[in-house]
């Protein structure tokens, strides 16, 4: 898949952070939030989890852009997610703040892993799916290391899907309960998986932990 100024990008997340990396690659995008069902199967592998959650959101939106008749003849759909994984554990985003501060406490003087997956659904003019009838397959191509065990996915319309993920070791430093309280009051933890951002007092294994989404 090639990325040129004269694709659209259409992220199917309203993550700040997701936006800024986008913004980085200095291409046309647009925010479509998936709204998405994030619940998955607990026999599921960190990896499987985000991959399958990026490949729902990125379908979710695409199914709604069909839906109004407004899917772009050029185009790609990205869906995202990230989790983080402590001792086994995953922690997604937390339920309350009670909830943020058990998560920070534990990964806090710790390492941890972020799973961070990406789904990207590609639209060309030949293949833009507005107003096609019948059931037709999206292609999946799975970048190295993918884990998502489909090989294409039953949708209106002819697409091609890329699915894929990475594994980002991250460090905490150790923090005080009232360092903590303090982060937690300033609402940056409640939307994130975690419950921190990228100022939190991070150390990072290797530089591709600025990455994470």
């Not at 936006?19 to 998955?40: G, H, K, M, N, Y």
Request: include cysteine; hydrophobic fraction near 35%.
């Amino acid at each position: 898949m090639t990325l040129t100024t004269s694709k659209t990008l259409i992220l199917a997340s309203s993550s700040p952070r997701r936006q800024e990396l986008i913004r980085f690659l200095q291409l046309p995008f647009v925010v479509q939030a998936s709204d998405a069902d994030e619940t998955t199967d607990p026999g599921l592998t960190p990896s499987q989890i985000v991959e399958e959650l990026s490949r729902r959101k990125a379908l979710a939106v695409l199914s709604r852009l069909k839906a109004d008749d407004s899917v772009p003849e050029d185009g790609v759909v990205i869906g995202s997610d990230t989790i983080v994984v402590w001792q086994g554990e995953v922690l997604g985003k937390p339920q309350d703040e009670a909830d943020a501060f058990r998560m920070l406490c534990a990964l806090q003087g710790t390492e941890h892993e972020e799973y961070s997956g990406i789904a990207c659904i590609e639209l060309t003019a030949d293949n833009a799916p507005n107003g096609e009838s019948g059931d037709t397959e999206v292609s999946v191509t799975r970048l190295p290391g993918a884990v998502y065990a489909k090989s294409a996915d039953r949708l209106t319309g002819s697409c091609r899907m890329t699915v894929g993920h990475s594994m980002t070791k991250v460090g905490m430093k150790p923090l005080t309960d009232e360092q903590i309280r303090n982060y937690i009051r300033t609402g940056e933890p409640m939307d994130k998986a975690g419950a921190y951002g990228s100022t939190m007092y991070l150390r990072k294994s290797d530089t591709s932990y600025r990455l994470a989404c």
